[in-house]
């Protein structure tokens, strides 16, 4: 069955450095992938989408990747604020899909 | 100002009892989901529905009804058949891929 795995232990970083998190997938191959924000007591919020021919997408401090050989996205944060601290999830899907299948999530922690 | 709204925010009910979950939007979305969220885990589908008078169960639809009499509205009942209710309830609208999320509905069961 599809599984998509993120690490379920808190990343806890400084203000400033750059915050890394990792989305792994089996048993299937999106198209894209999305990653999302969720703050707690609230729904999630969109944030990015990388599309399978993309290898990189950014959007102000935020840069995904998305490989489809390891099957694994990576989200990155630069200059990192304690305000991004949060739960990041990411969901990969397919055209051919009307669901949307999400991760866990990642908790970020960001410290002054 | 476009979006989703959820109510009520917090829904308090007693063992044995129905109860009914708002969620409308006004983004003129056909497509629209419910999902359940627990403490440390994901979200999980309980219903969607593609187009008005039409939707599917999702992964954990058992104890739960929706409709789809409107396109803006997907209200979705908590049946007394459900074994643990209590939980995080989150709606959403999709437009094209994105989903637009509602601000949940946290529900507990007295």
């Known amino acids: 069955s599809q599984k998509i795995e993120q690490n379920s232990e808190a990343l806890n970083i400084q203000e400033g450095k750059t915050a890394t998190l990792t989305c792994n997938y089996t048993n299937y191959s999106p198209a894209y992938l999305q990653w999302y924000r969720q703050d707690p007591g609230r729904g999630p919020v969109f944030l990015l989408l990388?599309?399978?021919?993309?290898k990189e997408k950014r959007k102000e401090r935020l840069k995904v990747t998305f490989d489809t050989t390891l099957k694994q996205s990576l989200f990155h944060i630069t200059a990192s604020q304690p305000a991004d601290s949060a739960t990041y999830l990411c969901?990969?899907?397919?055209?051919?899909?009307?669901?949307?299948?999400f991760g866990t999530g990642t908790r970020l922690q960001v410290f002054p | 100002d476009g979006g989703i709204t959820q109510s009520p925010k917090y829904l308090f009910r007693k063992e044995g009892q129905n109860v009914t979950l708002s969620c409308e939007q006004n983004?003129?979305?056909?497509?629209m989901y419910w999902y359940r969220q627990d403490p440390g885990q994901g979200l999980r589908l309980i219903y969607y529905s593609q187009i008005v008078n039409d939707f599917q169960k999702g992964d954990i639809a058992e104890g739960y009804s929706v409709s789809r009499e409107k396109k803006e509205s997907f209200p979705l009942t908590v049946t007394s058949a459900q074994k643990n209710p209590t939980a995080f309830y989150l709606c959403?609208?999709?437009?094209?891929?994105?989903?637009?999320f509602g601000p949940g509905t946290r529900l507990t069961v007295l």
């Open positions: 983004l003129n979305h056909d497509a």
């Open positions: 990388i599309r399978e021919n993309e």
């Open positions: 969901a990969p899907s397919s055209y051919n899909t009307d669901k949307l299948i």
């Open positions: 959403a609208s999709v437009g094209g891929i994105e989903q637009f």
